[in-house]
């Protein structure tokens, strides 16, 4: 399959399971998130200390509303318009219709936001595409979170190396209707994404399963880095 066809069926699978997915999250049946990855993104956001929060690519709305509640300003955006639909029904945050091409710099009414939390949801094989989106939208000094898979956990007997993977849902849930592929790369080449688009990152970090002692995910936090002139 093409790479252009795996980024459709991938922007697909979350028109088609927008409910189930919905559910999923509002019903709390996703066990790595009650054990650990909700709570650690929300307290990633909130210890940078910013006001404007863009939650990018937000889905059905959870973490913005959770910023929200605790006096966040936040704007979640995501290209489905069928999850945006249910993040609206609930309200609690401002929510768009966006995908991550449509923050640029034309689109200058989401305005700078102080943090910008990507939750789960740079899934596509170009990272730089959406790093470089992103960066237009951080007032100076803002901070890029973002949370995936671990690489360590996600691999399983796969060869560990860059590649489109598929994620059927199953444990989630028996309504979700499509599978969604979705591009693994390894703790590397998530740095080096970073590195080439600009960003510093700051800190890196792992957070464990109480039960089983096995990392959930990745946290990842970056800055622009600044630019030093040439002596
Ligand atoms: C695993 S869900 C995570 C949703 C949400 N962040 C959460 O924590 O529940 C991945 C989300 O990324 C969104 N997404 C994928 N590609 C995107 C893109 N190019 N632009 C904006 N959103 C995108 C999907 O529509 C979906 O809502």
Known sequence: ???????????????TNADAWTRAVRER???SRRA?????????????GAHRVLDAG???GWLARALAARGCDVVGVDASAELIAAANALGGARFDVAGY??????RTEFGFFDAIACNFALL???LGAPLRALRRRLAPGGKLIVQTVHPWSACGEAPYADGWRVETFAGFGDDFREPMP??????????TA?????????????????????????LLRASLRKRTSAA
């Open 182 to 191: 979705w591009y693994f790369r390894t703790l590397a080449s998530w740095i």
């Open 194 to 218: 970073f590195v080439s688009e600009g960003y510093e990152v700051e800190s890196a970090t792992e957070p464990v399963d109480a039960a089983s002692s096995r990392p959930l995910s990745l």
């Open 101 to 106: 091409a449509d923050l640029d710099d034309h």
């Open 1 to 15: 399959m093409s790479t252009d066809e795996y980024e459709l069926r991938l922007q697909r699978s979350w028109r």
């Open 124 to 126: 596509g094989e170009d």
């Open 36 to 48: 650990g990855t909700d709570a650690a993104i929300l307290d990633a956001v909130l210890a940078t």
């Open 29 to 31: 049946r996703i066990a």
């Open 58 to 60: 937000c889905g059905e």
